[in-house]
């Protein structure tokens, strides 16, 4: 039986959320009152190992989190302000001088812990992830695994964290160190919460910086969660901080003069606007911005593994990834074989109760995204574009998502590279196709976009294969599978994609700084 988001949910779980400040009156009745005298809990910061309120400093800055699939408040919230966000520094450069000093070997102690304890309470974890995102409960699941996964990788790798010997003339001799940069500022986005939390953390901390984290306002309750976790797993308190806001509060950290990185994930407008008020203090930067990624078909694909790809490009988590392969290039000679394949599996996914186990298409984070979306196919339509299926608001029968804002995945034919929705970022579930004729032509066609995150080609042709990942301008290619992310390899995009990269050893390196030594072993040779 299925599990609503609603009033039944925690009292189901016989948990209440520790992100919350505890209040004398029930959980479920807060979760359920939300008319102008209801009252509901307040959104926790965590900082120094135990959580506290936001100082209220600007009510206009206040907001409340919704449920997305049920229009429902979850909790209340303040912006955290100039104190709130001092302090959070504060305790993160002063948990540095510990943390810092710790082997490599030690800090992997801890974050080993730390991914066992995720992976106990799994479940709870991926129950709050579905309230607070809308996903489907089988992706928030996964969601969290990788969490574990990145956690263990980067604890593998913290003893490897080392410099290297340099044998100099005369037997002097130089080496160099790999030291930690400070504290971090992260920045998440909304679309995988808890997992991009634990991206950012993982190699910071493993490389021994500390971090101040804040999440999107729209998704803020897993990222204490993950904090109080750390705490757990026995890491100094100040190692990870959380501090809840909007935007003002990510600038007080990227303008911060004690902060020595920022890592962001979200839009692209945003990371500038990051890069330009870091500028003054020359703090070191890793973006994952938007992206508009072409996937190719080719002619000798596998069909079915070609569709199941373009739906994992276009449908996962909603549309709502920023690597999906929307722009979807299919040869002209098989399109019609390939929409005969595609369109019966798209109107097949179930659209419904993210808590269910059987949907696989949940609800967008919010109504203003989903009319953004929306907007687009209907600028699609307009350019000449044909609506294929889906591409509507959908309301759900039961009364309970009534508020819900939930879309029917879209497919659009007989697109052109010059149409808006093509061009454009749509972050939702819209996939355009568009049909080639020869290699040159779809690579010059895919490489033509200002973005650069990812691209996917479906060939059984293996030179053809590695011809075109060489010639693609993106951070990573995937070639027969699209949307697989793996700890071990780098994320990260090419032009107005991003600057750095996560995952994978090289994330190391944009976490620490290289100090060389030179060792005399002769008497000073002077000139003077």
Same mark, same amino acid.
């Given at each position: ?140 699941? #996964? ?107 990510? %600038? ?42 072409? #996937? ?20 996962? &988590? ?24 595609? #369109? ?34 209907? &600028? ?16 759900? %029968? ?73 010639? #693609? ?42 100090? &060389? ?12």
């Amino acid at each position: 039986m299925a599990i609503f988001v609603g009033k039944t949910l925690w009292s189901t779980l016989g948990v209440i959320p520790r992100c919350i400040a505890p209040q004398p009156y029930v959980w479920s009745r807060a979760l359920s009152t939300t008319g102008p005298t209801g009252i509901n809990p307040v959104l926790q910061n965590y900082i120094h190992g135990k959580h506290s309120t936001p100082e209220c400093v600007n009510s206009a800055q206040d907001f409340q989190v919704t449920n997305p699939a049920t229009g429902e408040v979850l909790c209340n919230a303040h912006s955290s302000g100039v104190a709130d966000v001092n302090h959070a520094i504060k305790s993160a450069t002063d948990a540095f001088q510990h943390w810092s000093q710790l082997s490599g070997m030690e800090r992997a102690v801890h974050l080993r812990k730390a991914a066992s304890i995720i992976e106990k309470r799994q479940e709870e974890i991926a129950i709050l992830e579905v309230a607070d995102n809308g996903k489907p409960i089988y992706e928030a699941r #996964l969601d969290v695994q990788t969490a574990v996964d990145c956690l263990n990788y980067y604890a593998g790798l913290a003893p490897t964290v080392t410099g290297e010997h340099v044998q100099l003339p005369g037997g002097s001799f130089g080496f160099t160190r790999r030291e930690p940069l400070g504290v971090v500022a992260g920045i998440g986005a909304w679309n995988f919460p808890f997992q991009i939390a634990a991206w950012k953390a993982a190699p910071a901390l493993a490389c021994g910086n500390t971090m101040v984290y804040k999440p999107s306002h729209f998704t803020p309750m897993t990222s204490p969660l993950l904090a109080e976790i750390f705490t757990e797993a026995g890491l100094p308190d100040g190692c990870f901080n959380v501090v809840q806001g909007h935007g003002e509060t990510g %600038a007080l950290l990227t303008t911060h003069d004690d902060i020595a990185k920022v890592t962001f994930t979200g839009s692209v407008p945003t990371g500038v606007k990051i890069m330009r008020s870091s500028a003054d203090t020359v703090k070191h930067m890793t973006l994952e911005l938007g992206g508009k990624s072409p #996937l190719i078909i080719f002619d000798d694909c596998h069909m079915t593994n070609a569709v199941s790809a373009a739906m994992m490009a276009n449908f996962l &988590s909603q549309g709502q990834v920023c690597s999906n392969g929307t722009r979807v290039f299919v040869h002209e000679s098989i399109l019609e074989a390939f929409l005969a394949e595609l #369109l019966p599996r798209v109107e097949g996914l179930v659209i419904g109760d993210p808590m269910c186990e059987a949907t696989r298409v949940g609800s967008m984070v919010n109504e203003d995204h989903l009319q953004s979306v929306l907007q687009y196919v209907n &600028s699609a339509v307009n350019e000449g574009a044909s609506l294929l299926c889906g591409g509507e608001k959908v309301t759900l %029968a039961d009364p309970v998502f009534g508020r819900g804002s939930f879309m029917s995945p879209c497919v659009l034919g007989r697109c052109h590279d010059d149409m808006t929705a093509v061009r454009e970022e749509i972050f939702g579930p819209v996939m355009c196709v568009l049909p080639f004729k020869t290699e040159d032509e779809v690579i010059s066609r895919a490489n033509d976009s200002p973005f650069g995150l990812a691209a996917g080609v479906f060939t059984n042709d293996l030179t053809r294969a590695h011809r075109a990942a060489s010639r #693609l301008q993106a951070g990573t290619v995937w070639i027969n599978n699209y949307n697989i992310y793996a700890s071990e390899l780098p994320f990260g995009g090419y032009k107005l994609s991003g600057l750095g990269r996560e995952n994978g050893r090289a994330t190391l390196d944009y976490y620490t700084q290289l100090k &060389s030594v030179y060792v005399e072993m002769n008497n000073v040779q002077s000139t003077l």
